[in-house]
């Protein structure tokens, strides 16, 4: 009787984990419900459909092995073609690679016009992890991470080059609207805001390596929006039109950006600012007319260097309503000298 049941267990365990596994899209919905999940690929998510993680039992844990690749098609902005939702969840890419198709989208208008192109990947996790993935080519912002709390994303490389140089907008690598997010160990190719803060509270994006995009940002804030409490802390950022980016939207009211730190930032190659903070913002460029009614107080820049391309400036504020800033620590050479207009004292360092 022992033995018989010994006999057994083998192919009880391996019934369990082949009902687990997905190797097709159509798979997927079988393993939902599953508290270990496994995605194996290769395989395709066929056009104008997405893989929904959402309502996942609490403690699942995903992996992600081979190449998933979404197909063209036609959602638009206001889709995700992958989302993961639920609390104490861990997905561990192990090495896989999700690839969006992006130059068959890339029009250079991105989420502004031209053909309609799907947001990537949506995070809604409550306290969780998301590590050694690697994403590929998305049509446009690549991690949307909204409605999640205590979530690290770690070890995740994103590479939205693709064959389409320059024609990647809103290519963002991190959109952060949620709380207690953490950022670490990413390596980002792309061609738009390597890190976006729109709308959160505690967030620490620390040891990541952004190449080709619009730099390491908070904001764009808009009415209404608070950002507080983010550290940028041992970043390079190489290749991109900026480094050290604050962005206010030049009509916000009742808009609140407070306690921002950046410390120790790489810059090399940078087109347009090394440090940039503004509340001229408007999504179709800045006015050269700060707004007045939303706030950006408490930014501590320290140790910010490298270096800027001839055209391009420095050092560039332009504030409506600025409060104690403090600077040390920056040596960016090559561009413009600073240019800052509106904080009284003025930061030094
Ligand atoms: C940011 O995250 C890193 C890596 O997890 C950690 O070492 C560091 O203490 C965190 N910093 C803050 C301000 O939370
Ligand atoms: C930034 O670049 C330096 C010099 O190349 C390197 O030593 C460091 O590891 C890089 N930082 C990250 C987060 O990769």
Known sequence: MAVALLGALPSAFGAATSACTATSYAGIANV?????ILLKGPFTVPANNVIDLTGLKSGTTIQITGTITFAKGTLDKTNDLLTIGGSSITV???????????????????????????KFIRLKIASGTFKNLKVVNSP????????????????????NR??????????????VSSNGITVTGATVFNQDDCLAVNNANVVNFTNNNCDGGH??????????STVKSVTVSDCNISNSDNGVRIKMYNDATGANIDTITYKNIALSNIAKYGI?????????????????KSPISN????????TVQSSGTNVYILCGDCSKFTFSQIAITGGKAASCKGISPKPTG
């Open 32 to 36: 939902k419900s599953c508290t270990s």
């Open 92 to 118: 561990d890419g192990t090495g896989g690679i999700l690839d969006g198709s992006g130059p068959s989208y890339w029009d250079g208008l991105g989420a502004n016009g031209g053909v309609n192109k799907p």
């Open 140 to 159: 446009i912002h690549t991690f949307s991470v909204s409605a999640s709390s205590s979530l690290t994303i770690s070890g995740v490389t994103i590479d």
């Open 162 to 175: 693709g064959s389409k140089q320059s024609l990647g907008h809103n290519t963002d690598a991190f959109d």
């Open 215 to 224: 730099g390491i940002s908070i904001g764009s804030v808009k009415t209404g």
């Open 276 to 292: 940039v903070i503004q509340q001229d913002y408007t999504n179709s460029g800045a006015t050269g007319t700060p707004g007045t």
């Open 299 to 306: 930014v501590i820049l320290t140790n910010i260097h490298g």
